[in-house]
């Protein structure tokens, strides 16, 4: 805890981003819709390039895909696995 911050406070989101690269990433769109993969790009509008990716609609699995990209004006969040 340095400078009064807890762990993750002040965090530039587009350094969080960059370090995430190629890790496994849950992105949730606003739709409800969520997509699980591997994190391959992502820009300064949150648009965002996923490989081996599996949608889930409802907490099922729909669908897998061998690439994907999402539109970030879509997106909710972007977690880390």
């Given at each position: 805890m340095?400078?009064?911050?807890?762990?993750?406070?002040?965090?530039?989101?587009?350094?969080?981003?960059?370090?995430?690269?190629?890790?496994?990433?849950?992105?949730?769109?606003?739709?409800?819709?969520?997509?699980?993969?591997?994190?391959?790009?992502?820009?300064?509008?949150?648009?965002?390039?996923?490989?081996?990716?599996?949608?889930?609609?409802?907490?099922?699995?729909?669908?897998?895909?061998?690439?994907?990209?999402?539109?970030?004006?879509?997106?909710?969040?972007?977690?880390?696995?």
């Open positions: 340095e400078n009064g911050l807890t762990q993750g406070e002040g965090k530039d989101p587009s350094g969080f981003l960059g370090e995430i690269i190629g890790a496994p990433v849950t992105v949730k769109l606003n739709s409800g819709v969520v997509y699980k993969g591997e994190l391959q790009s992502v820009d300064g509008y949150m648009n965002i390039a996923l490989e081996k990716t599996d949608e889930y609609v409802n907490g099922k699995k729909r669908r897998s895909y061998g690439d994907a990209f999402v539109r970030g004006n879509n997106v909710m969040y972007i977690s880390a696995d």
